[in-house]
């Protein structure tokens, strides 16, 4: 009896493997969406939208729960027929790296994403309270030397230069997508290892047939090249604006921001889409007495009052609203900070924020509304 012929399962090419990824990220979404209408009706647009990204978290973890946590193949590696192996057995991956393999790509961005912002406020914090300290220091040292009649400028000590260098591409410097970068360009290079998280745990993917010559797919070998050409122009870019752009004095070089300081020092953010931060200036706490104006009435240059000029709960201001339409169509309560729409509706501030962000019209007429174009009503 002859016996089988037994060969080595080639390792899966770069176009099943991406294939792959793109089905699963397919799937991924669509129980994401269930997943954000589910919790919709159960509590509510406004709860749906704050918790966006924990709910996707938990549809990935789900989707990779069913599939490989336990064992199985997920719906891209089923559609591409490949199988995930540890890259030095060449076997299926044991329970441990699969879990490994799914916390560290799922919550691991997720993590880094929500500790990134707390950790650049502490650093940017103390990088700007040592450059005070070091800015007394020069401004001791000048007097000084104008005092005994030296005219010779103090120098930037090589620490406060680099810490002002830190401090103005702080945002560059503790961002991990170089290193994403990095490992997609030398995926496309050598084909395997499409996600950070699978080099990490040492997981490929091979073949379950004998492939054919006529079944061999070109590399993304041209997409490495580009990729790794746009990092070095990026990089080349980033040394000669450091190097042509630094002024006089290290100490006055502000970071880069997308904030204006506007009036007597409110700050507004330039981003187009932070109106979030915008509107909180409308927003603030009460306003002191008029002994006592606040820094926003300083600013717009508006005089303090007692009293604001209209109660929105008086009869004389809104007894030309019945009493059915002074609750938000959207909560059904009493309506808080009332906002229009460009189309005349009134809502809860928080309410149409919230709807709009979500889905851009006005709930009742379904006109278009975008959430920069909500104007809150203020007294």
Same mark, same amino acid.
């Given at each position: 009896?002859?016996?089988?012929?037994?060969?080595?399962?080639? &390792? @899966?090419?770069?176009?099943?493997?991406?294939?792959?990824?793109?089905?699963?990220?397919? &799937?991924?979404?669509?129980?994401?969406?269930?997943?954000?209408?589910?919790?919709?009706?159960?509590?509510?647009?406004? &709860?749906?939208?704050?918790?966006?990204?924990?709910?996707?978290?938990?549809?990935?973890?789900?989707?990779?729960?069913?599939?490989?946590?336990?064992?199985?193949?997920?719906?891209?590696?089923?559609?591409?027929?490949?199988?995930?192996?540890?890259?030095?057995?060449?076997?299926?991956? @044991?329970?441990?790296?699969?879990?490994?393999?799914?916390?560290?790509?799922?919550?691991?961005?997720?993590?880094?994403?929500?500790?990134?912002?707390?950790?650049?406020?502490?650093?940017?914090?103390?990088?700007?309270?040592?450059?005070?300290?070091?800015?007394?220091?020069?401004?001791?040292?000048?007097?000084?030397?104008?005092?005994?009649?030296?005219?010779?400028?103090?120098?930037?000590?090589?620490?406060?230069?680099?810490?002002?260098?830190?401090?103005?591409?702080?945002?560059?410097?503790?961002?991990?997508?170089?290193?994403?970068?990095?490992?997609?360009?030398?995926?496309?290079?050598?084909?395997?290892?499409?996600?950070?998280?699978?080099?990490?745990?040492?997981?490929?993917?091979?073949?379950?047939?004998?492939?054919?010559?006529?079944?061999?797919?070109?590399?993304?070998?041209?997409?490495?090249?580009?990729?790794?050409?746009?990092?070095?122009?990026?990089?080349?870019?980033?040394?000669?604006?450091?190097?042509?752009?630094?002024?006089?004095?290290?100490?006055?070089?502000?970071?880069?921001?997308?904030?204006?300081?506007?009036?007597?020092?409110?700050?507004?953010?330039?981003?187009?889409? @932070?109106?979030?931060?915008?509107?909180?200036?409308?927003?603030?706490?009460?306003?002191?007495?008029?002994?006592?104006?606040?820094?926003?009435?300083?600013?717009?240059?508006?005089?303090?009052?007692?009293?604001?000029?209209?109660?929105?709960?008086?009869?004389?201001?809104?007894?030309?609203?019945?009493?059915?339409?002074?609750?938000?169509?959207?909560?059904?309560?009493?309506?808080?900070?009332?906002?229009?729409?460009?189309?005349?509706?009134? &809502?809860?501030?928080?309410?149409?924020?919230?709807?709009?962000?979500?889905?851009?019209?006005?709930?009742?007429?379904?006109?278009?509304?975008?959430?920069?174009?909500?104007?809150?009503?203020?007294?």
């Amino acid at each position: 009896m002859a016996s089988p012929v037994r060969y080595a399962y080639p &390792f @899966a090419s770069s176009p099943d493997i991406i294939r792959s990824h793109q089905k699963d990220a397919y &799937f991924s979404g669509v129980l994401l969406e269930q997943l954000s209408t589910l919790l919709r009706k159960l509590y509510g647009a406004r &709860f749906a939208h704050t918790y966006i990204s924990e709910t996707r978290v938990a549809g990935e973890i789900l989707y990779l729960a069913l599939t490989t946590a336990i064992g199985n193949r997920t719906l891209g590696e089923e559609y591409t027929d490949i199988v995930q192996v540890e890259n030095e057995s060449g076997r299926l991956p @044991a329970l441990g790296r699969r879990a490994g393999y799914i916390l560290s790509c799922i919550l691991g961005p997720y993590l880094l994403g929500r500790a990134l912002p707390a950790l650049r406020r502490r650093l940017r914090a103390k990088l700007e309270a040592n450059l005070r300290w070091y800015t007394r220091q020069q401004a001791r040292a000048q007097q000084q030397a104008k005092e005994s009649g030296s005219t010779k400028r103090i120098s930037d000590p090589i620490a406060m230069r680099l810490q002002n260098y830190i401090l103005r591409n702080l945002d560059t410097i503790t961002s991990p997508s170089p290193v994403y970068a990095l490992s997609l360009a030398t995926f496309y290079f050598s084909g395997s290892y499409y996600h950070l998280s699978k080099r990490l745990w040492g997981l490929r993917y091979i073949f379950t047939r004998q492939v054919q010559e006529s079944d061999q797919r070109a590399g993304y070998e041209v997409l490495g090249v580009l990729l790794v050409l746009q990092m070095a122009v990026q990089g080349y870019l980033h040394i000669h604006n450091t190097m042509t752009s630094a002024p006089d004095r290290v100490t006055s070089d502000l970071p880069t921001s997308t904030s204006a300081i506007v009036g007597g020092g409110a700050e507004v953010s330039l981003d187009p889409n @932070a109106y979030s931060a915008n509107n909180a200036l409308l927003f603030d706490a009460a306003a002191p007495p008029a002994s006592a104006p606040s820094d926003l009435q300083k600013w717009t240059n508006t005089p303090a009052a007692d009293k604001p000029r209209f109660e929105l709960t008086h009869e004389e201001t809104m007894g030309w609203i019945g009493g059915g339409n002074r609750k938000c169509t959207l909560c059904l309560e009493e309506m808080k900070d009332p906002s229009v729409t460009t189309c005349g509706h009134v &809502f809860c501030w928080t309410c149409i924020s919230d709807w709009a962000r979500e889905k851009p019209e006005c709930p009742l007429c379904r006109q278009s509304c975008l959430v920069q174009h909500v104007l809150p009503l203020r007294g």
